[in-house]
């Protein structure tokens, strides 16, 4: 893996388009789909945030429900880590721990396997968008929880 260069860089900005007031007026929503369908910008994505885990000694990949997903598991196959899904509560079978958090109207609670994290492991979490925040806190939260490092 080599470090992401200004090439790099630029053929990922050149894969993200921006879509005016969507979901609603006022947002510019990133649009990833067209960086997803092209192999090479998916590859080289991949490869970077592999070498971001690489570098900072990270033992596995937790990725955000549901889009998260998509970048996190071929990050963690890159870098030879293991994946963890964060999901929405009820999604996950067997024992789980979970975190509930605030959103603009209302609440929503996220869960992990129990048995999925350990005190020394150190997390690199992955999702496709940062909106407010709150899901990416209240993973953090969870992780932290769970007794790993992130």
């Known amino acids: 893996m080599t470090s992401t260069t200004e090439s790099t860089r630029e053929l990922l900005l050149s894969r993200i388009r921006d879509v005016a007031d969507y ?26 945030l592999a070498e971001l885990c690489v ?40 024992a789980t721990l979970s975190q509930s958090y605030e959103l603009e109207y209302g609440s929503a609670e996220i869960e992990i396997h129990a048995e999925d994290l350990e005190a020394e492991d150190r997390i690199m979490v992955i999702d496709d968008v940062l909106a407010t925040g709150g899901t990416a806190e209240a993973s953090l939260e969870l992780i932290r929880r769970a007794g790993a490092q992130v």
């Open 23 to 48: 979901p609603k007026p006022g947002v510019v929503f990133k649009d990833i789909t067209p960086l997803l369908a092209d192999p090479a910008a998916f590859a080289a994505l991949t490869d970077a």
């Open 55 to 94: 570098r900072h000694g990270a033992t596995k990949i937790v990725g955000l429900e549901a889009r998260g997903f998509i970048l996190a598991a071929p990050v963690a196959v890159r870098a030879g880590i293991g994946f963890v899904p964060v999901r929405k509560a009820g999604k996950l079978p067997g």
